[in-house]
């Protein structure tokens, strides 16, 4: 199946600082989404963006599906934006990264 | 429109005891797809259902089972219970490509 690798692993941010995450996949991408897991496990939607831009406040991301990988842009981070961040790709059945555990310090 | 929900949230069973999760979609939504999630190999999927019918399975083995309703709720089952079933258990539905989680069973086996 796809291989979906996230980079970097663990990011500690001020708060107040942009970031950016990014996921590379191995196969073709297919119904991209990203996801940010809260601490009590669920899993929430940010974007479903099988190709090109997309922003929502101060997250945004970018697909680029010609080069399999897709980038997720924190600007202005708050500490409320702590946690593991997901990109997955598929149709049935979702490949997920091994996430970006991201740490936001006031 | 209310979202994914799942029962119960948490769960402590014995080695070779059994269980059932229970998912209900959001509304509307006939696809149904169960994950694991685990430290070690962090979200794997377990099957879809679509339909009341199975559409799809992962590399999960025949002691993991589930089946979907005429209402598109699911139940998931895991016979014979081993320590390594511990996990967060998340169930997904989806009505195009987008898929919308659940809060997650957590599952505890001592």
């Known amino acids: 199946g796809i291989q979906v690798e996230q980079s970097p692993p663990d990011l500690i941010l001020q708060e107040g600082a942009n970031s950016t995450l990014r996921c590379n996949f191995s196969d073709s991408v297919n119904n991209l989404q990203w996801f940010h897991q809260n601490p009590w496990g669920q899993l929430i939607n940010l974007f479903y963006?099988?190709?090109g831009t997309k922003q929502n406040g101060r997250l945004s991301a970018t697909t680029v599906a010609t080069e399999r990988y897709s980038l997720l842009y924190i600007s202005s981070s708050q500490t409320t934006d702590s946690g593991v961040y997901f990109c997955?790709?598929?149709?049935?059945?979702?490949?997920f990264g091994a996430g970006t555990t991201v740490t936001v310090r006031a | 429109k209310a979202g994914v929900t799942q029962t119960p949230r948490y769960l402590i069973k014995t080695r070779g005891q059994q269980v059932t999760l229970s998912c209900s979609p959001i509304?509307?939504?006939?696809?149904v797809s169960w994950y694991q999630q685990t430290p070690g190999q962090g979200l794997q999927f377990l099957f879809e259902?679509?339909?009341?019918?199975?559409?799809n399975k992962g590399n999960f083995p025949g002691r993991f089972s589930g089946r979907q309703f005429s209402n598109s709720r699911s139940e998931m089952n895991v016979s014979t219970l081993e320590l390594g079933d511990s996990a967060l258990y998340l169930c997904?539905?989806?009505?195009?490509?987008?898929?919308?989680f659940g809060p997650g069973t957590r599952l505890t086996v001592t």
């Open positions: 997904a539905s989806k009505q195009e490509y987008e898929q919308y």
């Open positions: 997955a790709s598929g149709d049935y059945k979702l490949s």
């Open positions: 963006i099988p190709s």
């Open positions: 509304s509307g939504h006939r696809s």
């Open positions: 259902y679509f339909s009341e019918t199975q559409r």
